[in-house]
């Protein structure tokens, strides 16, 4: 018998769902991929026009959970790689 795919749920706002965008993060109850969301901060959007963008289906608390999120991926990527060397 296969394994199932289950949900996996990262902190309130995000999803990582096996038949949305191959489990890619989203935001939950939509089809808007984190990644995204974080392209357009780094694009220089303020979060008013991001949730704007997506007719009000995330809120800036979504917003400010997928930024801490990155920044804790990038902090455990920068302390492997300072541990490695």
Known sequence: ????????????YMVSHPGVYGGDLSFKG?????KD????????????RIS??????INHEA???AISLARD???KQ?????RAA
């Open 37 to 48: 969301v974080l392209y357009m901060l780094v694009k220089g959007w303020d979060l008013d």
């Open 73 to 75: 991926a990038l902090m």
């Open 78 to 82: 920068t302390e492997k790689r300072r």
């Open 63 to 65: 917003i400010a959970e």
């Open 30 to 34: 939509t089809r808007i991929p984190v």
């Open 1 to 12: 018998m296969a394994a199932r795919k289950r949900v996996i749920e990262y902190g309130q």
């Open 52 to 57: 704007a963008a997506y007719a009000g289906r």
